[in-house]
Nanobody
Framework: QVQLVESGGGLVQPGDSLRLSCAAS????????MGWFRQAPGKEREIVAR????????YYADSVKGRFTISGDNAKNTVDLQMNSLKPEDTANYYC????????????????WGRGTQVTVSS
């Protein structure tokens, strides 16, 4: 198992930036993909971005392309999500997740989850 701890959430105004961080510990050597997901009240959990831990390839949801950037440091076992030009619809609880499958994209593909950090975008 991999233990994940998120940090960096908060309340910001539309157009602001925020950086989320995820620290991983435990059996990180078995991890292929790290992802950021979000879940708003009454909605399903959705993927925001993912990064291949070994090769560095990335994937972004259409709703965040050009605004969010995922980056990873597998020497430090950290994954960050830089969020720019935030919109009210980005408001959600953001979760870090780890998968041992290199094609993982759905929540069910990820076996380890953090507790989440709340991001609220409001004027």
């Amino acid at each position: 198992q991999v233990q994940l701890v998120e940090s960096g959430g908060g309340l910001v105004q539309p157009g602001d930036s925020l950086r989320l961080s995820c620290a991983a510990s435990g059996r990180t050597f078995s991890t292929y993909v790290m992802g950021w997901f979000r879940q708003a009240p009454g909605k399903e959990r959705e993927i925001v971005a993912r990064i291949n831990w070994r090769g560095g390839s990335t994937y972004y949801a259409d709703s965040v392309k050009g605004r969010f950037t995922i980056s990873g440091d597998n020497a430090k076992n950290t994954v960050d999500l830089q969020m720019n030009s935030l919109k009210p619809e980005d408001t959600a609880n953001y979760y870090c997740a780890a998968s041992t499958w290199n094609l993982a994209t759905r929540p069910a593909d990820f076996s380890s989850w953090g507790r989440g950090t709340q991001v609220t975008v409001s004027s």
